[in-house]
């Protein structure tokens, strides 16, 4: 049996404590979890607790650190779609449009309040304190995203900002946070901090990438969202940086014109910079599976690896 299978049962666990902790009385947040939280999803970020706990040979409290994660996760998603006025969210109508933008802003606070709860089990204030330094980056990289978009202050500095701080934090308090509950040396914290740091930025590389050049059969959503949105991103500041004059124009106007996306489309894949941001992310990919060497060669250090690369090879 792989490592990946041998999370079956703990990731059973993690759900059947993820539904009792999100109950509520009151049942628009009854409903809101049931579509949001209780529905699943890839449970990536349990999963990287899971497989850098059992790199390590088990950590102490790591339930209580997957589903905090999780819960900082899920709250995020309720207030960025309504930020980003998202249509849907893992295929059912977003929750501030059905519920409202008051009752899905509180729920996302709900989730927080449950995520202290959780988190003040283990009682380690360190974990607690990295909670409310990964908290904090989280709206920081939020709010500069809008920055970037209204001063239209495109750079790779601050695209690195903000895909470290939107995504990239929170994987590497997965892999950390075991390490720090076993009070392992500080190579080996650093060494998984570092690896889902660098996982966190593929990660969010490839889903930058494919919002432009995927498929909206395969991403289950219309492409294009973040030219439409003024976002940040590496293949769009690529294409910024070696066409002015033609994505320029396309980029100003968020791609409002008809056969605007198409063009950036076309214009990347010509021109290779499609080949271009797909190489920079198997680079980085690489560099996090680079990161656990120090680790034991182990089934579950391997699976972390695999998670990794899965990043650079999805590209279509």
């Not at 049931?34 to 970020?45: E, F, M, S």
């Not at 009752?103 to 309040?113: E, K, N, P, T, W």
């Not at 050049?213 to 910024?240: C, F, N, Q, Y």
């Not at 320029?248 to 063009?263: A, F, S, T, V």
């Amino acid at each position: 049996m792989t490592a990946l299978l041998d999370l079956e049962a703990p990731l059973l666990r993690f759900e059947e404590a993820l539904a009792e902790l999100v109950q509520s009385e009151v049942l628009f947040l009854r409903l809101i979890h049931q579509d949001l939280v209780t529905a699943g999803g890839k449970r990536i970020r349990p999963r990287l607790v899971f497989l850098a706990s059992r790199a390590l040979g088990g950590a102490p409290f790591e339930m209580e650190l997957a589903l905090a994660v999780e819960l900082l996760h899920s709250a995020t998603l309720l207030h960025d779609d309504l930020i980003d006025d998202a249509e849907t969210r893992r295929g059912k109508e977003a929750a501030f449009r059905r519920y409202g933008n008051a009752v899905s802003v509180l729920s996302g606070d709900f989730l927080l309040s449950r995520l202290l709860h959780v988190i003040a089990r283990t009682g380690r204030m360190e974990l607690v304190e990295r909670f409310a330094e990964v908290a904090k980056t989280l709206a920081e990289g939020e709010v500069l995203q809008f920055q970037v978009a209204a001063l239209e202050d495109y750079s790779l500095e601050n695209y690195e900002r903000i895909i470290t701080a939107k995504t990239a934090a929170l994987m590497a308090l997965c892999t950390e946070g075991p390490a720090l509950l076993r009070e392992e040396p500080l190579e080996v914290r650093e060494a998984l901090y570092r690896f889902g740091l660098l996982y966190g930025q593929a990660f969010q590389m490839r889903d930058d990438y494919l919002d432009l050049m995927g498929s909206p059969e395969a991403l289950g959503k219309p492409v294009g969202g973040d030219v439409r949105e003024g976002k940040l991103t590496l293949i769009t500041l690529r294409l910024l940086e070696r066409f002015p004059e033609e994505a320029g124009p396309i980029l100003r106007r968020r791609g409002r014109e008809e056969g605007d996306l198409e063009r950036l489309r076309a214009l990347a894949r010509t021109s290779g910079v499609a080949a271009e941001v797909e190489a920079a992310i198997r680079a980085r990919a690489e560099e996090a599976v680079g990161a656990l060497a120090l680790l034991p060669d182990t089934p579950y250090r391997r699976a972390l690896e695999a998670l990794a690369r899965a990043e650079a090879v999805r590209l279509a």
